[in-house]
């Protein structure tokens, strides 16, 4: 069976491993206030050119929303976001368990766009209404789409002109930034968002996201938020460990740099076949349409999502490259075909 | 500088890392349905000799209590526990922030005990109060003390009698069931609670416990209550595969019993010298008390957790060892004094 | 000044403050347990054909609904309704702030339909989603409009045949039932609902909701739900006396058909002189699209809701009728166009 | 049956019932925007002497407690009060279940101290425990003491050198002001505390609070928070009515020491009669202490609260006096000795 289901299948890349089994007997303090975690932390504010941010490690991204969305928000605002977004259909309504309103927007290309915010203004415009006060935009996108510099500057603007936070989910950041179509830098993030956080999980590491707080009114007390919702780990500095080698020398990007090539090898593969496409992704989701009996022979040897009916006889699926899918796996789905 | 702050300190077992480093390029399913979780949660019905029961794998502690505590209860429902118990004190709220008021008795030996959840159905009548609906407690509790297995079926008889739930935290149950003060067995557990959690994080594992649902009621759906509270982990397997390593032949109680008898080493010797101690504890926890500049001095050499003040002059210290703990640091500990 | 503006503008019948001032100076035991409020409930369950029914009377509709809601679901279960539904839109999120997610649909007759259920079931299949567990729906609804007997049979079918509860608002129930167009009779609401609301507050009296629950696994400790939702008022015989004079003799009905008919008086004079109607209402409110410039003129004279654009420039205004609202009122409208 | 129940067995006051009666058929605008409640506002304001103040009218005590608590604090952030405080036992959880935890000390004497403050923020010093930012108390406490001037301040200015906010529990602030022990003025409130409200309910109004809320980074949104909690009543005139004959000219304050009055002289009869008291109460609720056959007898005329046992054999009870309690009731009582 080839795994193309999705980018958390395998482990962590060897360097990592090598890192958590090298400090495996080390005793420190708990709770991510170690060296490592600092450490880390320190060369992810200098990736991404923020020295006054804070850092924190959470494990998991459900976790990482629903723990900032909480922080920041008071009882009475919800988030904006688009009707695919990671925290409108897939985290069990966690957003909403802890109080908040998501206000969904249908999206053809995946991304959050400006006349939504200023909907969701109109929609909810006194005591009986809701506060749109945050807006959650995933980059990429959960179809595999990427913000462009320019788009994600007037997002930002706009959420300026009308007091709402901006909050960048980056469980696929890695495959975003390093994406052929984005001239997006690390630098624009902690400039254009109030707070964002940069995944680990799908990108090499066993687990663990790093929430970035760039604005202020944030920072205070993040840590308590992150214990009451239960994301502060016993042995923090693994957490730190992890980040310590993805941002040492760029690993980081090299992983998801790896995912994309793999990803845009099958795509184009599947165009040159006359394969139709859900979207035209420039990063490590890639979403063909088959017919349904395609389908079904396929899945005997690759193991993917399905995401949808494209029409009575035919299926979107899913297929997702990773830091860890060879070369062969693209070249066995392309054969297979 | 010599550990005995907790029993989190080091990372994990040499066994465990072996074998999240041989599986660590397998891709398996994600989320906890792999077979590495479904074989260990077999092993662990045997173990517990509870055939019947679910077993669920979370990341941490204060996750896994306020996961099934606000699965379980009704909006209006209360848990019932001790003054010093973790989910009332440690916890930052998480489980008041689900929606759910602790009630908590002063205790003197950490326990619960039957007049405290006929003392909280007392004072909560009617529909004015909330509803007295779980008993929460420690094994071993947070003072270091274990339930005797008579002690542990009164309580849950008295459970029973008025219709509240007997959940049992198990952060350090290993250390519980091989304390020499001990005559619980582990197939005790499922006869006597509705769930109760098997602790990893705190004997070997790098992270992880595994929720025991014994009780069919609250069986359903618990895997949405894991993902909505954060819980799920994505690469679920690497809970798997440890659990499976602890349970596999008998590695958990070999690495509990090598804290227990560390801890009781330290506890003979300063009985020997003539140290007060808080509570005679038969566990890996240890509570002496110290004159203050003796508690500074230590302080230098060794890691440990300032509990309290025990008067004006004197401190208690809390004392912690783990399956890592080196008999040397005893050794040290001792000569230092 | 004339008032279309809602409902809920003026006090209550004459009647009702008769019955308040007649009572006002006895002593009674607090919190609804009075003999006023026993009364009440009773000749509820006669009218509407429930005796084994619980009745519980509440202070208004928003709490109304996110007690009944917060009582019956557990933590991930969700709520189905139409986009319009008030629950979605005019409760500042009232209902996520319990911890529950509203999944709405669009309707353009303002009514839930069974494709609605079975997409929102289809669209959340498994722990990453939520679980659609009852369905919301008001009658009459936001949009005037009222449900069928066959509507609702097939909706209450739908939420049997899949196990969710099903819940009707009726803030304006008493519009619905008597309206022409419905065949809807008192009785077949419990025989259809789980549970229902009826309305006092938008049908002659001065405040108030009289909850029925039908369903047994929904009876337990409500009134904790309400005292802890804040919903159960300290002299709440003032609520048994009110409901009291509304249904002893057929009081609630006939203030319902006089809101009616002064409504179908109005529609019918619009349709006479051509104005559109965004919807053709068969209850007590009417929602007729003018020229701008006309609404700014009408707004001198007359108290009504913009209900929002329906083009470039038209807008489509909201006139409710009440119990009080006197036919010179329509006679004047109408001239004044 | 004579009723010493408690203060809000009967209506409300005769010109507050006239008042309702004279404006029921006047058509205003609803949800408390009418002219009523802001000409009642504007009565409050100058009664308290808080000009910038902004005040609210709510339904309810229990509504009104965790609208304010859950509007102003973050989601880890904990209130402090004593064991008998109203939020701690007789509201359902009803703040805990707006998601923060209540910290609760015993006090002999009802009353907060400063010590309490002290001692909540030391045992709760990181993020692993809450966060203390409120403090709660009520004026008349639950046990009929009052607050001095003195007391006031100095808790006050604990609050204010910790960064909590003080919370004043108003329900029965009208007994408080006019007792013949307490030397705190009306303009005091505002002066002392962050926010209070004043009680409609049990001195003299059919129901209704005011919430006067003093600290300017308390006011924003408030109306959204009372609209999502369920307190935002559709003919809010009512509240205004009301609260406008309450202030008019004294009433409020003249109900007030009536009640106090027929207490008083209650409480005088027991000492002469050698009757032991629970506590020497200054305002309008009394705690004899009667063995219990003569409890049983005094029940079959007289409708009281059993408070709880003082001994084996003896029982605490509760006699409360109203706006609207007759000099032949207290008579009838002490004659029945």
Avoid at 163 to 177: E, H, K, M, P, Q
Avoid at 274 to 303: H, R, W
């Amino acid at each position: 069976m080839y795994y193309l289901k999705n980018d958390y299948s395998e482990g962590c890349h060897p360097d990592i491993l090598a890192a958590l089994t090298k400090t495996n007997l080390e005793a420190t303090t708990g709770y991510g206030l170690d060296e490592y975690c600092q450490s880390a932390a320190e060369q992810i504010k200098k990736v991404f050119s923020c020295p006054d941010a804070d850092v924190h490690f959470l494990v998991g991204g459900t976790q990482a929303n629903f723990t900032m969305i909480s922080h920041a928000l008071r009882p009475y605002e919800a988030v904006v976001t688009v009707s695919t977004g990671h925290i409108g259909v897939h985290e069990t309504g966690a957003v909403e368990a802890t109080g908040h309103e998501v206000l969904t927007f249908p999206s053809s290309d995946g991304k959050v766009h400006t006349w939504m915010i200023e909907q969701a203004l109109t929609e909810n415009p006194d005591e009986h209404t809701v506060e749109p006060a945050m807006v959650y935009l995933s980059n990429a996108t959960e179809i595999g789409t990427v913000y462009t510099r320019r788009e994600l500057e007037e997002i930002s603007d706009c959420c300026k002109a009308h007091g709402l936070y901006l909050y960048l989910d980056g469980a696929r950041l890695g495959t975003a930034l390093t994406s052929s179509q984005s001239d997006l830098k690390p630098e624009d993030l902690p400039r254009l968002t109030d707070a964002f956080y940069i995944g680990g999980t799908k990108n090499g590491a066993l687990f663990g996201e790093a929430m970035v707080i760039v604005n202020d009114g944030l920072k205070r007390h993040f840590r308590m938020s992150i214990k009451q919702k239960g994301g502060m780990l016993a042995k923090g500095r693994l957490l730190g460990v992890q980040f310590g080698e993805l941002f040492r020398d760029g690993l980081w990007f090299r992983l998801a740099e790896h995912a994309n090539a793999q990803a845009q090898a099958l795509q184009k593969g599947l165009k040159e076949k006359g394969v139709p496409l859900m979207v035209d992704s420039p990063s490590n989701q890639i979403f063909p349409i088959f017919p349904d009996t395609q389908v079904e022979e396929l899945s005997k040897d690759f193991a993917f999502e399905i995401w949808g009916k494209a029409d009575e006889s035919h299926t979107i699926i899913r297929l997702v490259t990773s830091w860890a899918t060879k070369p062969q796996v693209v070249d066995a789905f392309l054969k297979a075909l």
